[in-house]
């Protein structure tokens, strides 16, 4: 998980969603011991209106911090 936000932080994918979009912040994660529990919580997550995605973000940090720092000293 972290190389992946590497990557995305330092724009090594230029085409992906996150260069395009600019997006700088990482402001919601989750961690699964199982890859196959993960994709299917990302798919129902991203089959969800922006209201549910903005209540799930805003329930486990409501101030929308970057929480790339609290993965890196993991």
Do not use: C
């Amino acid at each position: 998980m972290v190389g992946r936000i590497i990557q995305n932080k330092d724009k090594q994918y230029l085409h992906s969603f996150t260069a395009r979009d600019k997006r700088k912040k990482l402001i919601y994660f989750e961690i699964f011991d199982d890859i196959e529990l993960a994709i299917v919580k990302e798919n129902y997550i991203k089959g969800k209106s922006g209201g549910f995605k903005l209540n799930l973000i805003t329930s486990v940090n409501p101030e929308f911090n970057d929480l790339w720092y609290q993965i890196k000293i993991w």
